[in-house]
């Protein structure tokens, strides 16, 4: 059976995504930032540590969800773009109460990391050792890591809007299970018909 022909077409490849690999890796940096920089008992570091669980969390039950709903998939993966777009204003409100600098696109630090291209939390944090380092030991190392993880969070969103823009466009242009059902059981009825009627004409040449 070709993919094409199967009712249920390929799902669950969210590991692959690298929305899905920016979110998890975010998720694992705001554990580490907020362990070390947000007291366990700061309704904060629960609300940012949930986001970011919910982030990656939900890219992933979308992709499984994919195969039997289309709208399941959409759903989850814009409820996965308002977590990671609420983490975000926490890191940006945590830099604007300790009256630290929140940094522009284009500064040199985070420009290096985009560079390096990060996939693993002991890359990000040797990243944010060599921020540090060379700053002369002068910026605060939460300083650099809320910047680091507010340009993760850039790209993580960029690209999971681009995945649910182009999901939408797919279920507008497709349709869902349901509309997949009914072509699938419309072609074999007339697959059937044309084997029928094909019968009937070789029985007419005997």
Not at 10 to 39: M, R, W
Request: net charge positive; glycine share 8%; aromatic share 8%.
């Amino acid at each position: 059976m070709s993919e094409n022909e199967r009712l249920l077409p390929k799902h669950g490849g969210y590991k692959n995504l690298l929305s899905y690999q920016l979110a998890e890796l975010i998720f694992d940096v705001t554990v580490l930032f907020c362990g070390k920089y947000i007291p366990v008992r700061d309704r904060t570091n629960d609300q940012m540590v949930q986001s970011g669980r919910s982030g990656f969390q939900n890219i992933a039950e979308g992709s499984v969800d994919s195969g039997v709903s289309k709208k399941s998939e959409i759903k989850l993966t814009g409820i996965a773009i308002g977590c990671m777009d609420e983490l975000a204003k926490d890191y940006k409100k945590y830099l604007q109460k300790k009256k630290l600098e929140e940094w522009p696109p284009q500064h040199p630090a985070l420009l290096d990391l985009k560079r390096r291209q990060v996939k693993s939390l002991d890359e990000f944090r040797e990243w944010v050792k060599d921020v540090w380092e060379q700053s002369g030991k002068t910026l605060p190392p939460d300083q650099v890591a809320a910047n680091g993880a507010l340009s993760l969070l850039n790209l993580a969103l960029y690209l999971t809007r681009k995945q649910l823009s182009a999901l939408e466009k797919k279920f507008i242009e497709e349709g869902g299970i349901t509309e997949r059902m009914y072509r699938l059981r419309k072609e074999a009825r007339e697959r059937g018909e044309r084997r029928a009627a094909g019968t009937r004409t070789d029985k007419d040449l005997q």
